[in-house]
């Protein structure tokens, strides 16, 4: 079989093609086909050696994917040959809090992850697909929507009627879109392409704001919501914009913290925190009970992931190329 992995230097460019051996499940394992994997900011960063720890040449990168189990191993009675399957971004992690699951790890680094043809898994890292769903889809779940769903849903407690502030119209944000509507929340999306906002409105954003023409937009948001502010912030641009997110939440509201595109250096006034009476929290993703939760919304309700573009697995360079434009709206998905 065929994987790509870190080469001796880091960046996209670098990555390398190795033939291996297929690899044969052991005692609770499960030997997967790949069939599709997507694409993270956080598979970006660790390929070009920008991720807060740096990953050893030969690893196989890309923490999200989906397939067809192939075979199992000793003791595993949960899956069966001809199962459409999706891993769990967090290996180890089951349900509860991520402190109490010590020996967690997240696929794509440090362990291998999805760029590969065939890839070994526990069975306890992964849960099978919804019914409604396509390969292409399923894998698109993982890590963006997961996240977006342990924000909202598993923390969260949203509510219909709720305001929700979507920063941005990459993966998380578009799924955390979708997913507040699913619950009857009203969504504001924010982004710098006037484009990429329609779309966002013609999926059900009740308001858009261009941050580029509207630099101070939280007075944006506050009016809106006729001085109420908004009860979520699925919050992915970082110490750049979290003062202005302090500044529209509503009393009591929650901030959930899933990245920093907008940049890692900043500051943040602490009281106004207290002033608003905020929750900040950061989200790592979710444990497998959140990905089966979320598959199981999605064959309730019919959920269909907004995919950008489709790459062939061999041309991930263009496809890491394109995530790094910032073009995309919602996923970019590789397929075997």
Request: proline share 4%; hydrophobic share 40%; net charge negative.
């Amino acid at each position: 079989m065929q994987q790509v992995v870190i080469g001796t230097e880091y960046g996209t460019h670098n990555l390398a093609t190795q033939d291996v051996d297929t690899p044969i499940p052991k005692a609770g394992e499960v030997l997967i086909k790949m069939k599709a994997a997507s694409l993270n900011y956080r598979d970006w960063e660790v390929v070009n050696g920008q991720y807060h720890e740096n990953f050893p040449t030969g690893m196989v990168p890309l923490s999200d994917g989906a397939g067809e189990v192939i075979k199992v191993g000793n003791q595993v009675t949960s899956f069966a040959p001809g199962d459409r399957v999706i891993s769990s971004f967090w290996q180890g992690w089951q349900s509860g809090e991520l402190k109490d699951s010590p020996a967690a790890k997240s696929l794509g680094g440090p362990l291998g992850g999805c760029l590969s043809e065939y890839q070994v898994i526990a069975a306890s890292g992964l849960v099978k697909m919804p019914a409604s769903m396509t390969f292409v889809q399923a894998a698109t779940l993982p890590c963006a929507a997961v996240t977006a769903w342990q924000a909202l849903i598993t923390k969260g407690n949203i509510k219909s009627g709720d305001w929700v502030l979507v920063q941005g119209t990459g993966g998380v944000s578009m799924f955390a879109q979708q997913l507040a509507l699913m619950h009857g929340a009203r969504v504001i999306t924010l982004s710098s392409s006037d484009t990429k906002l329609d779309t966002a409105k013609q999926n059900g954003a009740l308001h858009t704001i261009n941050y580029q023409t509207t630099p101070e937009w939280a007075v944006d948001v506050n009016r809106l919501t006729h001085g109420q502010g908004v009860d979520h912030i699925v919050e992915v641009g970082g110490p750049n914009t979290l003062s202005q997110s302090l500044a529209c939440i509503a009393p009591g509201g929650q901030i959930n913290v899933v990245g920093y595109l907008g940049g890692k250096d900043g500051s943040i006034n602490p009281l106004q925190i207290l002033q608003a009476h905020a929750t900040v929290r950061g989200i790592a993703v979710g444990p497998t009970s959140s990905l089966q939760a979320l598959c199981n919304a999605i064959d309730a309700n019919g959920l269909e992931p907004l995919i950008d573009r489709e790459f062939q697995w061999q041309d991930y360079r263009q496809a890491f190329d394109y995530l790094a434009s910032g073009n995309h709206l919602g996923k970019i998905v590789l397929t075997f």
